[in-house]
């Protein structure tokens, strides 16, 4: 009998929950380091704790396990972005571009970073997700974030005057990019800086991501479509 990927009916036994989260956490860490062609029950199940057959039980077969996996880390990215776009609006006035691209930046990378949640492995199996041309994650790239990208590229659009819906789609996927960069601590930001930068500062992270960001927005608002770059 199979059950629902992720959430268990609210008079569910807690071990069960627990279980079916040890399963989702184990399965996060398998895919971010094998892959999904790489990545097997019997090694989730091990580092899960559990009997293999409760995989089954829970998610059916790997495909719908990974998918699980995915939509569980994107669905409390997203309910995170759609409340902080929220929040901005409660005052009555439109956001500014730079609190529009917190809100976009701030729930992917904050989570990246939290190595207590096991966010490192959801930034590494979201870049191939995102990144990936295979089907799978064509469909869910675009079944878990496409809604709430067109909801942020009309924010971007909206707080930009001047910016056509094109060049808002592309600073929505500029800003993508930068964020998936940015989403696990890797030192690199160190190494080549020779020790200067430093990207376990969030909050630095995200000013400096910001204001680049939102300076090349702008610069499209401006920029004549017709005039080719040097």
Known sequence: MEQPAVSASAGAEPEKRDAATAILDAAEAIFADRGFDGASTRPIADRAGVNLALIHYYFGNKEKLFNAVFE???????????????????????????AVLDALL????????????????????????????????????AAQYNDIARVFIAEIQAAVPGLSKT????????????????????????????????????????????????????????????????
């Open 72 to 98: 569980r880390r994107s669905d409390a990215i997203n309910a995170r972005r759609r409340s902080m776009i929220a929040d901005l609006h409660a005052g009555g006035s439109g956001p500014t571009l730079e």
């Open 106 to 141: 701030r729930p992917t990378i904050e989570l990246g970073r939290d190595t207590a949640r096991g966010g490192q492995f959801y930034a590494r199996l979201v870049v191939h997700v995102a990144s990936g041309t295979d089907d799978r994650s064509q469909r869910l790239t």
């Open 167 to 230: 060049d808002a789609a592309w600073a929505y996927l500029n800003a993508i990019a930068v964020a998936l960069s940015l989403m696990a601590r890797t030192g690199r930001a160190a190494a080549l800086s020779d020790g200067e930068c430093r990207d376990d500062d969030v909050e630095d992270v995200m000013g400096r991501a910001i204001a680049f960001i939102a300076a090349g927005t702008r610069a499209l608002a401006g920029r004549d479509p017709h005039k080719q770059p040097l």
